[in-house]
């Protein structure tokens, strides 16, 4: 299962939140897809887009859970998160936090863990 995801940072003009969106293909077919307002307001492109691969991450564990109940069978799919933001990225993948994103660090650890247990790939 590979799942893109995007952020806008900041582009809504009356509360500066920012659009996130995630698509997740399944058996290369769109499988599940959505978009929302983050509810946390992203002070940089790098946290906005850092919110939305967690956003994603929960959906994708979401649907894992769902096709290996469906498919007795089988196993959980491998997943695979496309991020379009390198910065974002490296921070996943780097041991530690940074002290300006140590709160967003924090908050949204269950990428770095996702990644450090080889639950997710990423792209």
């Known amino acids: 299962m590979r799942v893109a995801t995007d952020a806008d940072w900041a582009n809504d003009v009356q509360d500066r939140g920012s659009v996130l969106g995630y698509m997740a293909i399944l058996f290369y077919c769109p499988g599940h897809w959505g978009s929302t307002i983050q509810t946390v ?28 109940e469906v498919l007795t069978n089988a196993n959980p799919l491998q997943l695979i ?7 974002v990225i490296h921070r996943i993948k780097r041991d530690g936090s940074s002290g300006s994103q140590n709160a967003v660090d924090i ?8 990644w450090r247990t080889g ?5």
């Open 41 to 68: 307001v992203a002070l940089s492109s790098l946290t906005a887009d850092f919110i939305a691969a967690n956003d994603a991450l929960q959906q994708a564990e979401w649907i894992q859970l769902l096709t290996t």
């Open 81 to 87: 998160l496309q991020v379009d933001n390198q910065p």
């Open 107 to 114: 908050r949204f650890h269950a990428l770095k863990d996702a």
């Open 119 to 123: 639950l997710m790939g990423l792209e």
